[in-house]
Structures are given as structure tokens and as C-alpha cells.
């Protein structure tokens, strides 16, 4: 391929150097006519021909050039050798054995034995708590010192009658509801019983679109492999091993329908054995689940009330 480029520019050069010399010969022109013409297409052909192989140089040039370039650009830039010493050195089976156990090493053990229960395991290593007041307390008693507490502590004034129904209300049903106008204290009422007997009330808004009794207890999430526990599911959970009294208030329940979304709840209050009221929280078992859940089905406490309220 060179010698052929080579060939190809003497051939340029020599007949530009023809051209030249005949050009510049002064008989050129004082011939005759026909012979003169002749010349002239010789000229030409030849000229058009030296055109050629000049087009044919320069692009065969070019060409080399950017396949050149581009060998450049695509070859590797070489990698520094790690220094290995001597005393460390070892085959290439070793060092992947190390490897292997250094990753092992940065992966915590407990990583498979984490529970989907996250929350409620925490409640397990909480110690047993007591009640709040004494059980001689008689019921004027209550229902007086309640109404001093919420007017003094929580700026709520009520009516005596409306707190004794009330408490006698928790007396009779472990759920109760309480209808009336929006901003007419329903929900304050409750609130401020769960602050007198110190331990706070738990309020869940309805959703309207609440169906069933995941929306009030939570999932589990087949992605991130753990249970969405709800603030009602670790109260409940809290209860079973706690003497206190626990009160939920579920906010605007007539929202959604009841039946949908607490339906399970119902059913299992009209249990006359409470040790047999087992609530389904999640279908399988798991050996890290906590020592509550028995099959996955946690026991409905007993120390905790349910109070609704509906405009």
C-alpha cells in the first residue's frame, strides 16, 4: 500500500513538471491549428488524471490518520500493579478466601435472625407496669376529682352528669360511642380522661376509605420483609402486659364503615372468655416474632377501651 502511494505522487509530480516544461515552450501556440488542439486534450486528460491521484493521496492520508487516532483512543491506559510483599503474599485461591471472609465479617450475624416486629420486641424488654390510682376510689370520688383535673390541667369544663355517663359508660362496655356537634368536646373528653389516669389516649382518625382491620392494626410489607405496625397494634400489645387502663379513641368513625374496618373487634368483645379473644395480626410464624403473639393472633386486652366519636 505504500509503495503504491509512493508511485502515485512520482506520477504527480513528473507529469505536473510535463505540463509545466511543455507549457512554457514558446512553439507551443505556432503550429497549426489541429496539432495545437490535440496538445491542448493532452494537457487536459493529464491534468485531470494528476487531479485524480492528488484526490486519491489525500484521502488515503486522511484515512490513516484517524484510524491511527483512534487506536489511540481505544488502547487501554495501563494499571498500576498493587505491591505485594513477601511476607504477605499469597495465591490467588487465598485471596479470594479472604475476600470472601471479610465480606462475611461486614455483614452482621443478627441480619437473619431480625424480626418483622420491631416495635413490639421493644415493648417485650419494658418492665410491667402498675396502675395509676388505687382501687378504694369510689365513684363520686372519680368522677369529681376527673372533673377538677380537666378543668385545672386541661382548660375543659364539663357538666358532672356528662362525666359520670361517661365513666359509667366505661363501666358497663368496653366500647362506647359518643354522638354530637362538631367542637362539643367528644374527643377532648377522652383525651383528658387518658391524661388523668396518666397514660395517654390514643386517637386514630378514620379514613374514608378504610375497609378492613389492617388499616387499624397494620401490614406486612412483602418488599421491605417487616410489619407496619400502627400506634394502635404497640398500645394493644402494650396492654396485655400492663395493669393500667388504655383508651383508644377512634375519631370520626362513621367516616367509614364500621363494620369494615372494625368488624373483627366487634366480634371478639361479645366473647364472653376473654383468654379467648385472639385477634389475627399476621398469618405465619416466625422463630424472632414476639412472645406475645401466639400463631400470629394477639389476645384483645382487657384494660382497654374503645370510644368512638360521630358528628
Not at 15 to 28: R, T, W, Y
Not at 87 to 112: A, G, L, N, R
Not at 229 to 235: D, Q
Amino acid at each position: 500500500m505504500k509503495r503504491l502511494k509512493i508511485f502515485m505522487i512520482l506520477i504527480l509530480v513528473f507529469g505536473v513538471l510535463a505540463i509545466a516544461g511543455i507549457a512554457s515552450n514558446p512553439n507551443f501556440f505556432d503550429r497549426s491549428l489541429v496539432i495545437g488542439s490535440a496538445q491542448i486534450i493532452f494537457i487536459i486528460l493529464a491534468a485531470i488524471l494528476l487531479l485524480v491521484f492528488f484526490i486519491v493521496i489525500v484521502r488515503s492520508l486522511y484515512k490513516e490518520r484517524k484510524r491511527l487516532q483512534m487506536n489511540l483512543e481505544a488502547e487501554p491506559t495501563p494499571q498500576p500493579t498493587p505491591e505485594v510483599s513477601s511476607e504477605t503474599e499469597s495465591t490467588p485461591e487465598e485471596y479470594d478466601f479472604h475476600i470472601t471472609m471479610e465480606k462475611q465479617e461486614e455483614t452482621p450475624e443478627e441480619e437473619d435472625d431480625r424480626s418483622r416486629f420491631f416495635k413490639l420486641n421493644q415493648i417485650d424488654q419494658l418492665p410491667k407496669t402498675e396502675k395509676a390510682f388505687e382501687d378504694d376510689i369510689t365513684l363520686e370520688e372519680l368522677c369529681e376529682e376527673f372533673r377538677n383535673f380537666a378543668a385545672s390541667q386541661r382548660g375543659l369544663f364539663y357538666d358532672i352528669s356528662d362525666i359520670r355517663r361517661f365513666v359509667g359508660g366505661l363501666a358497663v362496655s368496653h366500647i362506647m360511642i359518643l354522638q354530637g356537634m362538631s367542637g362539643t368536646g367528644k374527643t377532648s373528653l377522652a383525651y383528658a380522661f387518658g391524661d388523668y389516669i396518666q397514660n395517654s389516649t390514643v386517637v386514630v382518625p378514620i379514613q374514608p376509605m378504610w375497609k378492613e382491620r389492617t388499616d387499624l392494626i397494620g401490614y406486612y410489607n412483602e418488599f421491605t420483609k417487616k410489619f407496619n405496625e400502627t400506634t394502635l397494634l404497640e398500645k394493644m400489645y402494650e396492654a396485655n402486659q400492663s395493669e393500667q387502663m388504655y383508651i383508644t379513641v377512634l375519631d370520626e368513625m362513621n367516616i367509614a364503615r364500621v363494620e369494615y374496618y372494625f368488624a373483627e373487634f366487634l366480634s371478639l368483645l361479645e366473647l364472653p372468655d376473654p383468654s379467648k379473644r385472639h385477634l389475627d395480626v399476621i398469618a405465619d410464624v416466625w422463630e424472632t416474632d414476639p412472645t406475645q403473639l401466639s400463631n400470629g393472633k394477639l389476645i384483645l386486652p382487657t384494660n382497654m377501651w374503645f370510644v368512638g366519636t360521630a358528628n
